[in-house]
């Protein structure tokens, strides 16, 4: 028995310092061959915190198709997220939302004060063009990458996104660059199709560009080959070195270029900076204020008990808001309520705990046989009310916007975290300390 509590007692310690080393810590690394990037600087603060812009868009889908409007949807919601990070902005917060009238985006973006140049960014609508290098121009492989970056190199061919009918991500199996890595496929219409060979008879050997919006480089520029010229391959194939999920990120962007959304603003609004640091401010005080009075209640009423609670209380807190700076959590102001709000909830099954453990003393049970039944005991209600407030959560997150998702992610976090103190690092304490040691317990 003393070995199990010392184990589990390690196992609360090493969760507690690799949650101090997250929270208070200054770390940005890269894993996976620099794939995926962890940045745990600093909490994500959300728009009400941070100060900057609010932008609701309303997309028109009525020359897409019913099955595909909302593919249609995603599609520019990821060009409006590309367009954004060229500001030089982390961590926007987009979504989307269907409506029973309307498609809408809504866009937040940080630390931006300039709401026109922003409406203007994210206002146009994608559009993938395919151009050929001129004819007059002298083409060689050697010559590759000087002509494709000459913008006056590249002649419009008429293609545009508006040709295609969808985009794939598949795995190569041919020789070369990235050969077995993921590629773009571009299908065509029929009509598309049609135009595409015509381009490709003429210029079998020559770069084909890809060219998105009006960035003057192509996205891509593969060679017209020609089996892609005579039709042995049906559709082009862009290849390149990229990942996984940059090619995933890639054909989204070009399916916006085949599914083109023209969008309009609905409603615009600025958050000033000064507002959010104040809230911030009036909200670290208030829990503060409140996790220091429930610690004095918790000490007074329960003793020894209470000190045991009090310290469970603080780790908790340490590794909530590590999970929030892991994840990362957008905190906003009703995240930090549901915040709030769960240390609550795991003060109250705290006090579940101690009202059972007082009354299996008072029925004259030994007190290491009490506090095991206090704990089995209270674990049904324990677990019976924060159900119940986790489907909540759910369905918060589910059917809300914005702050009330922030709310419901926090809280439900909280929750989940609190079910690990109360029972597991509660317990651990207390049966260390080997008994309540106390007559008010």
Known sequence: MIKNIYARLILVILIFLVSSVVLFGSHHFSLFDGRLNVDLRELKRGLDLSGGVRIT???????????????????????????IDLLGVSEPHIVSIKTKEDYRIVVEIPGVEDIESAVALIGETAQLRFKIVNKEIEWSPDKFFEIIQDVDSWKDTGITGADLVGVDVLFGQQEGLNAGGPQIHLKFS???????????????????????????????????????????????VITGNFDLKTARSLSIQLRA?????????LQQETIGATLGGESVQ????AGSTGLLIVIIFLIFKYGRNGVLASLSLLIYTVVVLAIFKIIPVVVTLPGIAGFILSIGMATDANILIFERIKEEIRWNKPKAIAIDLGFDRAWNSIKDSNISSLIT?????????????GFA????????????????VVRTFIKLVGSLGDERA
Not at 59 to 66: C, G, H, L, P, Q
Not at 257 to 265: F, Q
């Open 282 to 285: 009036k909200s670290f005080f």
């Open 190 to 236: 029929r009509e598309g199709r049609e135009k595409f060979s015509n381009i490709a008879k003429e210029n079998i050997g020559r770069p084909v560009g890809l060219f998105l919006d009006n960035n003057p480089f192509p996205l891509s520029a593969p060679i017209i080959s020609e089996d892609l010229a005579e039709g042995i391959i049906s559709d082009p």
């Open 409 to 424: 992610l926090t809280l439900a976090i909280g929750i989940l975290v609190s079910l690990f103190s109360s029972i597991f």
């Open 257 to 265: 270029g085949a599914l083109p959304v023209p969008v309009k603003v």
């Open 393 to 405: 959560s759910f369905i918060l997150f589910q059917l809300g916007t914005g702050p009330v998702r």
């Open 57 to 83: 868009l309303v997309a028109d889908v009525s020359k897409i198709e019913t099955a595909e409007e909302e593919k249609a949807v995603e599609s520019a919601k990821e060009i409006i997220r590309r367009r």
